[in-house]
């Protein structure tokens, strides 16, 4: 081989060696597609009139599926029987919808898909793209706009279905139990504004359900509601503020069942504390009985004595709207032993009374057996107070910081229903040094009283609350170290607790105000002013 051709081997060797090592490892791709799908053509083409068809079409320029369907999609108005919306599960470049439903005539229907409609590579959604149509000569364009809040929450719930209802001559107040809405649109995953879009003017009921089951149906035991207080006229340009809330459960009781010798369970719902029991059956002169709750669940328990030398007894449960009776049948069971707990157990708050609570219900408890002594062997002299519902006795004393207390409780201090007795109990208590804790003060600005002012955590469980019924300086002594939310109720009827709204009866919830969060430090505090708008 003469020198020159050896000259362009080699240089074509050499070439096609560093070819080789620039293909290897992953190529990048070039940048990340972050363009979302666009629609070609849509058939029937939107905002349609006269539509009479069954199949929409809707395609685009890369292949996309449906993310949160179910969630996402809002049809208004609502369809009795779902359309089918392909590709499930997969990809495609378009998009079916096959409608079974007997459409309305003169209606404007419209598909609002949210962003459930995706890119198949990155998830970029097409974002709240609408299909509209009508079944009649134009497309009905008028709307009603507002913001949904939580009556009692900081923030109110994702995926919050706003309806609207025509007052015509078959209207009633309880056609959100039985029907579905004339107009219905959803306020999705992060939006707290709605607009009912595509309606026709007319007289409407507007009201918003936190819908659990997606009925478009108001279930009380499971669902959240907002109303506006009066109808609404379309075209309207007002803005509309709804406020969700649960109500409170309309009583009923279950049906009751043995659950030990001599003690009854009955399973409700709604409030208790009226609730009433009594055996109506042939009972002997010294028949007794007694009502306690269970600790956790909605359930009341009725206990009776001597045992009962029959087969089956009537058990009759009396409320304000409620009277029934109901045959319980005896059998033979386990008779219940007393258990006692405390709570708490360890360290104790300052301000937190002790709290002894027993299973079975307590009929007499002698303070004389108990005692109680700090760190240096003082006596310590206490008070009780009993709730015999919970059957609990709450022990109250005055503590000081960095103590320990002991407990003695002798036997037969307390005595049960069915004279049981306890053993000698002993329990072991302590308080932490002021520095542990901070504090904080409020002064109120502009107040209208009575008001509940209230220390929650990020999702509103109460930490602390003080009442005020006058102008003056809220404290809230011994705060362990925290992050606190400011919550204040607007107590109208002065009954010292948040009152929730009714939908039949009308009535909105207590208005509540927030304020700020606040950072509680330990050994360390700082006062507050909380101004109030004039609303």
Not at 160 to 173: C, I, M, P
Not at 331 to 345: F, H, M
Not at 444 to 470: C, F, H
């Amino acid at each position: 081989m003469n020198k020159a051709l050896y000259n362009v081997v080699l240089l074509v060797f050499i070439s096609l060696v560093f070819a080789n090592c620039a293909n290897r490892g992953t190529p990048d791709g070039g940048p990340k597609d972050e363009t979302p799908p666009k629609i070609l053509e849509e058939m029937p083409k939107n905002f349609s009139t006269n539509f009479k068809g069954k199949v929409i079409k809707i395609y685009f320029d890369e292949y996309v599926k449906l993310k949160d369907i179910q969630k996402q999609l809002i049809i208004s108005p609502p369809m009795n029987t779902q359309p089918e919306i392909t590709p499930l599960g997969g990809a495609s470049k378009y998009i079916t919808i096959k409608i079974f439903d007997t459409l309305q005539p003169n209606t404007t229907y419209a598909f609002n898909f949210g962003n459930s409609i995706v890119d198949n590579n990155e998830g970029i959604p097409y974002p709240y793209y609408r299909y509209v149509f009508s079944t009649g000569n134009y497309i009905d364009s008028l709307s009603v706009k507002g913001t949904i809040l939580d009556a009692l929450k900081k923030q109110p719930e994702a995926f919050v279905n706003v309806a609207l209802y025509e007052v015509d001559s078959t209207f009633t107040d309880s056609i959100i139990y039985q029907k579905k809405p004339k107009y219905i649109t959803n306020t999705l995953d992060s939006l707290t504004t709605f607009s009912i879009d595509n309606i026709k003017a007319g007289k409407y009921m507007l009201v918003a359900l936190k819908d659990a089951n997606g009925d478009h149906k108001f279930q009380q035991k499971t669902d959240q509601i907002a109303f506006h207080k009066s109808f609404i006229n379309v075209p309207t340009d007002s803005l509309y503020t709804l406020k969700l809330f649960a109500e409170d459960l309309d009583f009923k009781a279950m049906r009751p069942a043995l659950a030990a010798t001599q003690k009854i369970a009955v399973g409700y719902e709604g409030d208790y504390t009226k609730m009433k029991m009594k055996v109506k059956s042939e009972i002997p002169p010294n028949f007794q009985s007694r009502i306690t709750k269970d600790e956790k669940t909605d359930t009341l328990y009725y206990w009776y004595k001597p045992k009962l030398e029959v087969d089956s007894l009537i058990l009759n449960v009396l409320h304000t709207n409620f009277d029934k009776d109901y045959t319980v049948k005896l059998r033979k069971q386990k008779k219940d032993s007393l258990i006692l707990k405390a709570n708490p157990s360890g360290t104790i708050g300052l301000d937190e009374p002790f709290k002894i609570s027993g299973n079975i219900p307590f009929v007499s408890f002698d303070a004389s057996k108990v005692n109680l002594i700090d760190k240096d062997s003082v006596k310590v002299d206490f008070t009780t107070n009993y709730d015999s519902i919970s059957n609990t006795y709450a022990f109250n004393f005055k503590k000081n910081q960095e103590n320990k207390y002991n407990m003695r409780v002798l036997p037969e201090a307390f005595v049960d229903f069915f004279d049981n007795k306890n053993d000698t109990l002993n329990y072991g208590l302590s308080t932490r040094k002021d520095s542990d804790f901070g504090f904080v003060r409020f002064t109120l600005v502009n107040a209208k009283y009575p008001l509940i002012v209230q220390l929650t955590t990020d999702k509103g469980e109460v930490k602390a609350e003080r009442n005020t019924t006058k102008p003056e300086t809220i404290d809230f002594m011994n705060l362990p170290p925290s992050t606190y939310f400011i919550r204040i109720i607007h107590d109208a009827n002065g009954n010292g607790k948040y009152d929730t709204g009714n939908y039949l009866k009308k009535i909105q919830p207590e208005k509540v105000s927030h304020f700020n969060e606040i950072e509680v430090r330990a050994d360390w505090g700082y006062p507050e002013t909380l101004e109030f708008t004039s609303e």
